[in-house]
């Protein structure tokens, strides 16, 4: 369509007779859109003066995932945490699991994944849709539930300070762009190699090697073995001697996570419920597959209410920046009101907003307690890993944020369930054949899933 000078005069002067929005210009032009269209009531409503839930399981210290998108990491390890204080009777937010131990084997995994990868996909062309999917982002942070469960299992974990953070873990662009660098050029050599049919196996060893070379120099080498040593709640002394990371996550965590399993709410009519999903090429821990159950938003939040009940945080991906305001720690319907600000309507549901990337799985957090009313939900609370400052000034509720329900009903999109929660038909459908979507798919971890980055 050709837009023409007598167009854009009658849009003029349908202009001037839009009297508020020539006050709202005078706002959104000294103060930005979000500032000038938030309500004040929304905010006072969810402030951290009415930060009381009716079932409440976990108030631990928030962590910090910093410019880095290792939220899925940060958010399991929330979880497990609350798992092994327990367990050791630990002060309630004393604890801290290291989220750069396994952030180390995440990225050498998705190195070993990628150049698999490119070897499998050798004989297409580099134009091919899959193979510049492949080299668009060799390195990133992005992962989800199954992913991390999978390191925990492979690879154990460790206290924050047997493997503390760095300046790389804690700010990842620039080792994701030379390993990218690095990975995309080995991509190449291996192309070459496969077309003139030359073994790959031993170049790939070299070619990892050089990729734990630098995460090593970027992290530092992940321990073999570690001395843990705490006081209980009552003021004991333990210490736990040359334990390896293994030993202390089948010691110490008392849950078993293969009974865990992803349920996610995904509307649309080619997307029925109760039924499992894959994704193409989304095997970047081969030890265990990512896998979801669909389910109504009704259902899903049904399991997490049980779940929360019986005491246990819930993981769970969301689309984290809509109708949110980071400072204040609140996600709400009401919170800006853009349909007054600029008189146009804004209504797309669920479905057509991840249809069309309006929305999508950006963010994992963990779901601490809920506020049920007359037999409802009516607010979440909600664990976050972006610290308890921003910029110097305080953030959410030390920390943690709420949501209103309807921001859960329409942007939480995956929930991290134990089997014992779900219903006889949920635990038959965990059996049915998966149906496999596209490695270009919204949901899939390992280049567009949860990797916020601050």
Not at 288 to 296: E, G, K, M, T
Request: glycine share 6%; proline share 4%.
């Amino acid at each position: 369509m050709e837009l023409s000078k007598e167009q854009i005069a009658k849009m003029a002067e349908s202009y001037k007779k839009a009297t508020t929005q020539q006050v709202a210009e005078r706002a959104v032009t000294k103060n930005g859109i979000l500032a000038s269209a938030e309500s004040v009531g929304v905010l006072e409503n969810l402030s951290p003066a009415n930060f009381a839930f009716s079932i409440d399981v976990d108030s631990e210290a928030v962590a910090n995932q910093k410019r880095s998108g290792r939220c899925w990491m940060f958010a399991c390890l929330n979880t497990l945490r609350f798992h092994i204080e327990k367990e050791l009777d630990l002060p309630k937010g004393t604890f801290e699991l290291s989220q750069a131990y396994l952030a180390f084997y995440s990225k050498l995994e998705r190195a070993a994944w990628f150049l698999q990868h490119v070897v499998d996909t050798a004989d297409k062309s580099l134009d091919d849709r899959e193979v510049d999917w492949l080299f668009s982002a060799p390195m990133a942070d992005g992962g989800d539930w199954d992913m991390i469960c999978a390191l925990v299992k492979k690879y154990g974990v460790v206290p924050h300070q047997a493997m503390s953070e760095t300046h790389c873990t804690n700010d990842t662009a620039e080792l994701n762009t030379v390993l990218s660098h690095l990975l995309r050029q080995d991509g190449i050599k291996l192309r070459g190699m496969v077309r003139a049919k030359k073994s790959t196996k031993a170049a790939i060893a070299k070619m990892l090697d050089e990729v734990y070379r630098i995460l090593a120099v970027c992290f530092g080498e992940p321990p073999q073995k570690f001395t843990f040593q705490y006081e209980d709640s009552k003021g004991k002394y333990h210490i736990l001697k040359d334990v390896t990371p293994l030993q202390f996550y089948k010691k110490y965590l008392p849950i078993n996570l293969d009974n865990y399993i992803g349920v996610i709410n995904v509307p649309g009519e080619d997307r029925p419920y109760n039924r499992m999903y894959a994704i193409q090429d989304s095997d970047q821990i081969p030890e265990r597959q990512n896998l979801y159950l669909n389910v109504p938003m009704d259902d899903l939040k049904a399991l997490v209410i049980k779940q929360l009940k019986a005491g246990i945080p819930v993981w769970f991906g969301s689309d984290v920046l809509q109708h949110c305001d980071r400072m204040a720690g609140v996600m709400a319907q009401d919170l800006y009101d853009l349909e007054a600000l600029f008189g146009v309507k804004f209504d797309m549901d669920k479905q057509q907003r991840y249809d069309t990337h309006e929305s999508l799985p950006t963010h994992a957090m963990v779901i601490a307690g809920v506020d049920i009313v007359d037999g409802k939900p009516t607010k979440w609370k909600i664990e976050n890993s972006w610290g308890t400052e921003n910029g110097g000034k305080k953030t959410g509720n030390n920390g943690y944020f709420v949501c209103d329900d309807w921001w859960f009903d329409n942007f939480v999109y995956e929930v991290a369930i134990d089997k014992q929660f779900m219903t006889a038909a949920q635990k038959k459908a965990l059996k049915t054949e998966p149906i496999e979507w596209p490695f270009w798919s919204t949901f899939n971890p390992v280049i567009s899933g949860l990797q916020e980055m601050l």
